[in-house]
T-cell receptor
């Protein structure tokens, strides 16, 4: 049981390049999230999804796009990377809080992205 | 707007020296308050969920408590392996996303 798996773990991009971060979960969770973590800023929500085929904006969505074509996968895309997007990115997943089950989110190990 | 403030930002303890971390929150209605532990270079690891004022949960040397305005994470007789950053987050009623505090970095020296 792998939980939440993120690929890649590290990446260096040049300004203007594009890339996609992949998140996969095997817990049959409905909800999936993308956060970024910066020193002194804490974890901030970029985008999230409440189910297959749905996405919604979080606190800091600009410069990012997401897709949820399959329930177990959530992709985060950077179309034209900027140095301000240098960060550690975390994916998380959880059950739908309205189902009355445990509501905690489970996190992946993170992707450290540097944009030069 | 939901707000979560954690204090202190950093805390250094000697092994066996008990202490508490604070998480103050402002939310329109609380659906749940969550505590996570994060080790360097790793993702946050879930510790506790608290749902209503007066609730308490324990796990080994950790005990989390909740009031209507704040939560405490009490660490009893800590060991060096308890060193980590502890994160607090809230989920507001009617919502399904978490708002995190900036964390408390705990260092326990032998």
């Amino acid at each position: 049981n792998a939980g939440v798996t993120q690929t890649p773990k590290f990446r260096v991009l040049k300004t203007g390049q594009s890339m996609t971060l992949l998140c996969a979960q095997d817990m049959n969770h409905e909800y999936m999230y993308w956060y970024r973590q910066d020193p002194g800023m804490g974890l901030r929500l970029i985008h999230y999804s409440v189910g297959e085929g749905t996405t919604a904006k979080g606190e800091v969505p600009d410069g990012y796009n997401v897709s949820r074509l399959k329930k177990q996968n959530f992709l985060l895309g950077l179309e034209s990377a900027a140095p301000s997007q240098t960060s550690v990115y975390f994916c998380a997943s959880s059950f739908d809080p309205d189902r009355g089950l445990d509501t905690e989110a489970f996190f992946g190990q993170g992707t450290r992205l540097t944009v030069v | 707007e939901d707000q979560v403030t954690q204090s202190p930002e950093a805390l250094r303890l000697q092994e066996g020296e008990s202490s508490s971390l604070n998480c103050s929150y402002t939310v329109s209605g609380l659906r749940g308050l969550f505590w996570y532990r994060q080790d360097p270079g790793k993702g946050p690891e879930f510790l506790f969920t608290l749902y209503s004022a007066g609730e308490e949960k324990e796990k080994e040397r950790l005990k989390a408590t909740l009031t209507k305005k704040e939560s405490f994470l009490h660490i009893t007789a800590p060991k060096p392996e308890d060193s980590a950053t502890y994160l607090c987050a809230v989920m507001a009623s009617g919502y399904s996303t978490l708002t995190f505090g900036k964390g408390t970095m705990l260092l326990v020296s032998p």
